[in-house]
T-cell receptor
Framework: DAGVIQSPRHEVTEMGQEVTLRCKPI?????LFWYRQTMMRGLELLIY????????DSGMPEDRFSAKMPNASFSTLKIQPSEPRDSAVYFC????????????FGSGTRLTVV | KQEVTQIPAALSVPEGENLVLNCSFT??????LQWFRQDPGKGLTSLLL?????REQTSGRLNASLDKSSGRSTLYIAASQPGDSATYLC??????????FGTGTRLKVLA
């Protein structure tokens, strides 16, 4: 298995532009998580899905952020409009039901908003 | 609300030393605890996963212990090497299908 795949690896965009981050979880994993990592706040859970359904989006910072999971093999995190304070590394992770195997993380997308 | 703390925030040791990284959590009703390693600019790599019914897990030079009653886990690294230099994160799963992460310990092993 190729693991959790995220794209792009790096994204630089101008303030006000729309940004879309992508994630492909490990096949057979029922749970998908989006985290954001910054120096100041560490790793923060933004949203997670179970069987493609959003379960908890309480970590989404504001309405500019949205996430979708149209099928079991693909998820997107969208920021519209982007702001400099959104600059961070965004990680996607997946897990099978039961959590006996814990999380598997993707390599992350480093977002810079200028 | 579960809170996870890691001490120290940073650690620098000479090569060959045995060392212990600490992780504390406020709610002892956990499902499991996972230790991760993160290299600069990289993602998180899972090192060890301890279920709530277990006391410790071992992988090579790494040993993680769990004491739920005291809200503590330790990661023991034997005979440290420069290649062990990284940030080590612990994450606690409290049964709500999400992990709460500590802020990490940044380890530097000097050759």
């Amino acid at each position: 298995d190729a693991g959790v795949i995220q794209s792009p690896r790096h994204e630089v965009t101008e303030m006000g532009q729309e940004v879309t981050l992508r994630c492909k979880p490990i096949s057979g994993h029922d749970y998908l998580f989006w985290y954001r990592q910054t120096m100041m706040r560490g790793l923060e859970l933004l949203i997670y899905f179970n069987n493609n359904v959003p379960i908890d989006d309480s970590g989404m910072p504001e309405d500019r952020f949205s996430a979708k999971m149209p099928n079991a093999s693909f998820s997107t995190l969208k920021i519209q409009p982007s702001e400099p304070r959104d600059s961070a590394v965004y990680f996607c992770a997946s897990s099978p039901t039961g959590f006996d195997y814990g999380y598997t993380f993707g390599s992350g997308t480093r977002l810079t908003v200028v | 609300k579960q809170e996870v703390t890691q001490i120290p925030a940073a650690l620098s040791v000479p090569e060959g030393e045995n060392l212990v990284l600490n992780c504390s959590f406020t709610d002892s009703a956990i499902y499991n605890l996972q230790w991760f390693r993160q290299d600069p600019g990289k993602g998180l790599t899972s090192l060890l996963l301890i279920q709530s019914s277990q006391r410790e897990q071992t992988s090579g030079r790494l040993n993680a212990s769990l004491d739920k009653s005291s809200g503590r886990s330790t990661l023991y690294i034997a005979a440290s090497q420069p290649g062990d230099s990284a940030t080590y994160l612990c994450a606690v799963h409290s049964g709500t299908y999400k992990y709460i992460f500590g802020t990490g310990t940044r380890l530097k092993v000097l050759a």
